[in-house]
């Protein structure tokens, strides 16, 4: 007996994460709470600096040499949109890249298939204090980009955010063993 069959998988509300003809990737982490570098974010810090996410530029690395260095054009992959908090996380927000950029389908594949791969590492000015062992982030006061980065300091990849504890452990390690101090204002990427 032969039959004519349609199946279709409804997704509900969920969106797809990558549209590679648009060129997006939607629910990208862009900073989690705590980073390998050392340091611990205010939520408050992070909720307050929410606009000066959006519509950010998104680089392909951080810049060679100074963080404040002008990039060049090839470096550019595209911007940040509909960025969000989620309390206990950190922000996340939309990239919106270059679909003809020349390192699109390797992010289009990592963001489908290997997340871990690839994050984001912003660099920005920042207001930081002391506390303890822990240099606080308590205001962000620019955002010069949101980069594309082999290895982000607060996240583990493109969606996930690392482990918090986990990390104020390595960041205590880092910032016991530095001999050097944090200025109270300073250009930082993470």
Avoid: C
């Avoid at 890249?97 to 994050?119: I, K």
């Avoid at 452990?169 to 530095?178: K, M, W």
């Amino acid at each position: 007996m032969s039959e004519v069959l349609q199946e279709f998988v409804d997704s509900g509300r969920q969106s797809l994460r990558v549209d590679r003809d648009a060129g997006v990737i939607r629910g990208v982490k862009l900073l989690g709470l705590a980073s390998r570098n050392g340091r611990q974010y205010r939520e408050n810090a992070l909720i307050e600096a929410m606009g000066l996410y959006e519509g950010a530029k998104v680089n392909v690395n951080h810049p060679k040499g100074s963080a404040l260095a002008p990039r060049d054009y090839q470096d550019r992959l595209g911007i940040v949109r509909g960025v969000q908090f989620r309390r206990g996380e950190g922000l996340f927000g939309d990239l919106h890249f270059n679909p003809r950029h020349a390192l699109s389908e390797q992010l289009v594949w990592d963001a489908e298939n290997a997340p871990q791969n690839v994050g984001m590492s912003h660099n920005v000015l920042a207001r930081t204090k002391r506390v303890g062992d822990d240099i606080v982030v308590e205001a962000i006061t620019k955002v010069q980009s949101i980069d594309l980065v082999a290895d982000p300091a607060t996240t583990s990849g493109l969606y996930e955010h690392t482990n918090v504890e986990t990390q104020k452990v390595v960041a205590n390690s880092a910032t016991r063993a530095a001999s050097w101090r944090y200025p109270a204002e300073m250009n930082q990427r993470v």
